[in-house]
């Protein structure tokens, strides 16, 4: 949140467990266009991450999270 984005995506995040998470930003194409904008091994709870998307061109865009309980794809928007 907010979406559309300008420049800051806010990411809210629950963990149930500790463990490592990864994320990934693609574009509607499907091609990488940020690698880890946040990763690394996470407590559980909550966690407000923050990406910044100043450098991406308008468009739509999907972040991908991945951990040991899952995949979650959230799709967001760029606006300029």
């Not at 907010?2 to 091609?31: C, F, I, M, S, T």
């Not at 904008?37 to 999270?65: A, C, M, R």
């Amino acid at each position: 949140s907010p979406n559309p984005v300008r420049d800051l995506l806010h990411v809210k995040l629950w963990l149930p467990e500790d463990g490592l998470v990864e994320a990934r930003v693609y574009d509607q194409h499907g091609k990488t266009v940020m690698l880890a904008p946040f990763n690394g091994n996470l407590v559980k709870g909550y966690h407000l991450e923050h990406i910044q998307t100043n450098l991406l061109p308008s468009g739509d865009y999907i972040l991908q999270i991945v951990s040991q309980n899952g995949v979650i794809n959230k799709v967001f928007t760029v606006m300029k």
